[in-house]
């Protein structure tokens, strides 16, 4: 069966860099695109962006460009996020998820990681 | 940017009785070329990932209960639980897949009366 496995919780301080890795099985890895989507606590889900395997085009959320990198790796079907200069506001629960075959919803997601910013 | 706005933001159902959740778009979802309408739900518990519910407005996801239906089109759509279970306490969402960023609403809490 599909799954999403996500490494595991990570602390960081202020400025410094977190990569997230979501490492799949169970289906053909390069026929999917992956978005990532967080949840900081006690607020909604926000959609952060996607990443085609097609071409390796990127979609980010504006208020994230120029710190936020969604790549993948095909020969060990991960995909990562690594977001860069954190702040107190990126402490979050991270989710991959995988985007249905031809169509933009998420119909697979990993277990989430927490990534807690501080000082 | 598309904006996704539910209603209520939060709902409590006796169990065995219906449960409707409201979202709406700030433009349409609905791709003409396709007929379809570009909008899923979620279901969302704590300590657990968000599971897929339905897709393109009214389609249910594989393993779905069926007391799971959703309905709506262009900029108006709705989730509805037909006879509430204790499982089904979670938060809810729309989101919207028409044009990146694929905004989320902002969630309904469904609790048991």
């Known amino acids: 069966q599909v799954q999403l496995v996500q490494s595991g919780a990570e602390v960081k301080k202020p400025g410094a860099s977190v990569k997230v890795s979501c490492k799949t099985s169970?289906?053909?890895?390069?026929?999917?695109?992956f978005s990532w989507v967080r949840q900081a606590p006690g607020q909604g889900l926000e959609w952060l962006g996607w990443?085609?395997?097609?071409?390796?085009?990127?979609n980010y959320i504006q208020r994230l460009q120029g710190r936020v990198t969604m790549t993948t790796d095909t020969s060990t079907s991960t995909a990562y996020l690594e977001l860069r200069s954190l702040t107190s506001d990126d402490t979050a629960v991270y989710y991959c998820?995988?985007?249905?075959?031809?169509?933009?919803?998420?119909?697979?997601w990993g277990q989430g990681t927490l990534v807690t910013v501080s000082s | 940017d598309l904006v996704m706005t539910q209603s209520p933001d939060s709902l409590a159902v006796s169990l065995g009785e219906r449960a409707t959740i409201n979202c709406k778009s700030s433009?349409?979802?609905?791709?003409?070329?396709?007929?379809?309408?570009?909008l899923a739900w979620y279901q969302h518990k704590p300590g657990q990932p968000p599971k897929l519910l339905v897709y393109?407005?009214?389609t249910r996801q594989s393993g779905v209960p069926d007391r799971f239906s959703a309905s709506g089109s262009g900029t108006n759509f709705t989730l509805t639980i037909s006879s509430l279970q204790a499982e089904d306490v979670a938060v809810y969402y729309c989101?919207?897949?028409?044009?990146?960023?694929?905004?989320f609403g902002q969630g309904t809490r469904l609790e048991i009366k």
């Open positions: 998820a995988r985007l249905a075959y031809g169509a933009n919803f998420l119909d697979n």
């Open positions: 169970g289906y053909t890895f390069d026929h999917y695109a």
């Open positions: 989101q919207q897949y028409y044009n990146a960023p694929w905004s």
């Open positions: 433009q349409s979802l609905l791709y003409s070329s396709h007929n379809r309408n570009y």
């Open positions: 393109w407005a009214s």
């Open positions: 990443i085609s395997l097609k071409n390796g085009n990127t």
